[in-house]
Each structure stands twice: as structure tokens, then as C-alpha cells.
């Protein structure tokens, strides 16, 4: 994990610093004093293995990731403790959403085969997976808060203000779980092992929950990994469309503005949430298939 994290900083501020412009670049030009002087103050006029050494020194010794370079009075600190919490929350529900839909589409669709279930399963997992969050969430304020008033249009805090972005975020995502259930499925339940249980006398029941099912799960828990910390961490579309103060505009403005603490920030934030989700998915391996161990 740590030499993963270390490349992608390393990546990431040369890239930032490597793209032209810069953060104090405005419509009306700064005289070249001014700009020396902010640059100066920032410790943008040193080499740039020194900022980066400096930088990262600051966030290992004391977990400051520093000022953000166009928010002037605000750290980059200040803005994970403002709005992560909030995406942390609406890309959890969103999971709990994609796994609540996704995962009993899939085993129905695998159980019922070449049906009308299956038809309609994989149905709703081919509209989820089409229709982008940019014209699912226009639709859903649509239909559910203008025409029938059943929740609120925008907003985040209260209960009902998040039913609609946590499913206009987990569809899309419950649409590939229940296609990877689904698929998965079918390659377990044709198993000999499948076959030795039924020949035991066992029930269907059994046999799915206990057998089968946790063996499927092992691909799905592979894409719960990055799908976490991807939900987690913010959405820019989502969250413009339902007015959540989350992260996501921070992922997207931050480089157009060229704020390398935002920049390095956000990206540093998503690659822990996914080294640490990719570490949970490998030790779970261990749990769904008793065949693997860890020394």
C-alpha cells in the first residue's frame, strides 16, 4: 500500500505542476511583483522535488495537507472536514442501494434462466448501466418530487432528501453487481460440488445460501473495492443535480483552477479509500473461499 500511495503522489504533484497555468492566473493579470511575492509565500518558487518533499513531509509529521492556493483562508483540511462526511454518507447508501437491487436481480436471474425473470432482470441491469446519473437524476426529481411530491427536489440532511441521489447513484452500480451475480451464479450452480449437495439430500435453500452464493460473491466483492471508494469519496454530477455539499465539485474544479493542494488533496484521498477497500476485498477472500489463507 505505501509504495502504491507514494507512486501516485508522485504522479499526481508532476502532472499538477506539469499542466500550464497556474493558481493565481486571472482574466486581469497580477504584476509580476505580486505574483512573485504569492508564489513566494506559498513555496511555489523552490524546485519542485523541494515542494514535494515539503509537502508530503507536512502530511506524514502532521496530516496537513496544506492551504488551498484559491480558497484563500481555507485548507485543504477544512474541506474534507466540511464536505467528506457528506459523500461519505450519500456513496453508502448509494452501495447499500447497488447490493439491496443488484444482488437478488442476479440470483433470481441465474436461479430462473432463459425466463421472464431473467429477461426482466437483466433488463432493468442493462437500463441501469445505459442511462447515465446526468439524465437519471433530472428524471427522478421529475417524476417523483415535482409530479408526485413523494420527496423533497434538493437538499441533503434529512432522510427523505436522500432516497432519490442514493438512487440515482446505486443504480448504475447495482446494475453491473446483478450482472456479475448473475453470471457467477451460473458458473457455481453447475459445479460437481453443487451436484454432490443436491445428491446429499439438501435443500435448494441450503444449498444457494450456504453453497453457492458465497462462492459466487467472491467477483463481486472484487468490484465492491474500487465501487466503494469511487461512491465514498464524491460525485460531481449527483451532487450538482440534488444541490449536495459533498466532494465532488472539489474533484473537478480544483485542476481546472489549477489548486495543487486540492489537486494532490482529493487524489491522495481517493487512493487511500481504494488501497484500504482492495486490502478489505483480499483478507474477505479468505472468508468466501476456504481454500485460500494468508501466512
Known sequence: MI???????IVTFGLAHG??????????????EIRANLEKYYGL?????????????NIITKFDFGPSLVQRGRTV??????????SAQLGILALLVALLIGIPLGIVAALK????????GM??????VSVPNIVLGPLLIWIFALALGWFPVAGWGKPSQMVL???????GSSAIIGRLTRASMLQVIR???IRTARAKGLTERVIMVRHALKNAFIPVATVLGPMFAALTTGTFVVEQIFAIPGMGKYFITSVTNRDYAVVMGTTLLYAVFLVIANLAVDITYAFLDPRIRYT
Open 3 to 9: 509504495p502504491v500511495l507514494i507512486f501516485i503522489s
Open 19 to 32: 499542466v500550464p497555468g497556474g493558481p493565481f492566473d486571472t482574466e486581469k493579470k497580477r504584476p509580476p
Open 45 to 57: 518558487d523552490k524546485p519542485i522535488y523541494i515542494q514535494y518533499l515539503n509537502y508530503m513531509g
Open 77 to 86: 483540511n477544512e474541506i474534507f472536514a466540511a464536505h467528506l462526511p457528506v
Open 113 to 120: 434462466q432463459n425466463t421472464f425473470w431473467d429477461y426482466l
Open 123 to 128: 433488463g432493468i441491469a442493462v437500463f441501469g
Open 165 to 171: 441521489p442514493s438512487i440515482a447513484l446505486g443504480l
Open 191 to 193: 459445479e460437481d460440488y
